[in-house]
């Protein structure tokens, strides 16, 4: 079983920045793809940001060259670096996690999910 804590949301301002952090319990992080996602009010979950175990990366096209995700197989963790913020950014954002190492920007293609993180971004 793995679990998964996130941390590092809050309020701030359009433009600026926050970094979320996920805490991963277990042994087995280190092979694992990492991914987050995000829900803001009256919408469907959705991708944001992947990892796979080897450290390559995906985004979705709204927050390509302003979100930064990285892992640190050493802590456990993988953190979500968010530059230049917008109101639409404003979501509950939840990290996930794969048994498989690739990468996957679906739902269903992860095993483990955290509580969520609140971002909100103001005009």
């Known amino acids: 079983q793995v679990q998964l804590v996130e941390s590092g949301g809050g309020l701030v301002q359009a433009g600026g920045s926050l970094r979320l952090s996920c805490a991963a319990s277990?042994?087995?992080?280190?092979?694992?793809?990492m991914g987050w996602f995000r829900q803001a009010p009256g919408k469907e979950r959705e991708f944001v940001a992947g990892?796979?175990?080897?450290?390559?990366?995906y985004y979705t096209d709204d927050v390509k060259g302003r979100f930064t995700l990285s892992r640190d197989n050493v802590k456990n963790t993988v953190r979500l670096q968010m530059n230049s913020l917008k109101p639409d950014d404003t979501a509950i954002y939840y990290c996930?996690?794969?048994?498989?190492?690739?990468?996957?920007?679906?739902?269903?293609?992860?095993?483990?999910w955290g509580q969520g993180t609140q971002v909100t971004v103001s005009s």
């Open positions: 277990g042994r087995t992080f280190s092979r694992s793809a």
């Open positions: 996930a996690a794969r048994k498989g190492s690739v990468l996957d920007a679906t739902q269903a293609g992860y095993d483990y």
């Open positions: 990892i796979s175990s080897s450290g390559s990366t």
